[in-house]
């Protein structure tokens, strides 16, 4: 885990963390298994990111949940514990390379049996779901160029009220300097979604930016 983010010190990121709701010993074990990871562990969502999502599924009371990027498993992790009883999370991942470390933490705390892991790309995953507007809480986290793709589906099979969230739409400050292609793709996610009559968007400076889609 990063100790500072883009917009946050160290110190005070630690401060932040402390006065939240704390990391249990399944999360910290999570942490520390992702982090021993050679190249990817920075993927992880972060702690204060796990515990707002959680908070959202549960002030949601929400059933159905879907998790766009699911990598060894904190961000459905963080849903299944949230969600009301006889809820799932649909975990989408493109890669089976991390699901036996998602699946020991899911089983440490006892949600394995909420969480439907679906590994193929995201967007088959997302197409193939029912065609209604059923989806309380989504969390989208994978390859950024999908992002547009990802929202269209999400969107339209969102109940009003629901949220659909989007990480790294900070993407390290790179919106505002564009350098790579996922930065150009993640700006004109931003500018269509900010235009987008069907929610109300609220960008949050958490972690790498994160905004949430409220749909109307
Ligand atoms: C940043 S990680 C997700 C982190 C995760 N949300 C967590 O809680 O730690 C991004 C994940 O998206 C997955 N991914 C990338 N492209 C994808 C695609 N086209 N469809 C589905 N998953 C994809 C990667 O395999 C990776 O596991």
Request: proline share 5%; hydrophobic share 45%; charged share 25%.
């Amino acid at each position: 885990m990063k100790d500072s983010t883009l917009l946050i010190p160290a110190p005070l990121r630690a401060y932040m963390l402390a006065h939240s709701v704390p990391l249990d010993a399944v999360q910290q074990r999570l942490i520390e298994r992702t982090t021993a990871l050679p190249e990817v562990a920075h993927w992880q969502t972060a702690p204060e990111q796990s515990a707002l999502i959680t908070l959202l599924v549960r002030a949601l009371g929400a059933r159905h949940a879907v998790d766009v990027g699911s990598f060894t498993g904190m961000s459905s992790l963080a849903m299944a514990r949230g969600l009301q009883p006889g809820g799932r999370v649909i975990a989408c991942d493109i890669s089976d390379d991390w699901t036996p470390v998602a699946t020991e933490a899911w089983q440490a705390a006892g949600v394995a049996d909420l969480v439907e892991l679906r590994i193929a790309p995201a967007i088959e995953t997302l197409r193939a779901l029912p065609a209604e507007r059923y989806l309380d809480f989504s969390f989208v986290d994978a390859d950024k160029e999908g992002y547009l793709e990802y929202y269209e589906e999400l969107v339209v099979r969102t109940r009003q009220g629901g949220i659909v969230a989007f990480d790294n739409t900070f993407r390290s400050g790179r919106v505002l300097e564009p350098v790579k292609s996922a930065d150009h793709a993640v700006i004109e996610f931003n500018a269509r979604l900010a235009k987008d009559s069907r929610v109300e968007v609220v960008m949050l400076p958490v972690a790498d930016g994160m905004s949430l889609a409220w749909r109307k």
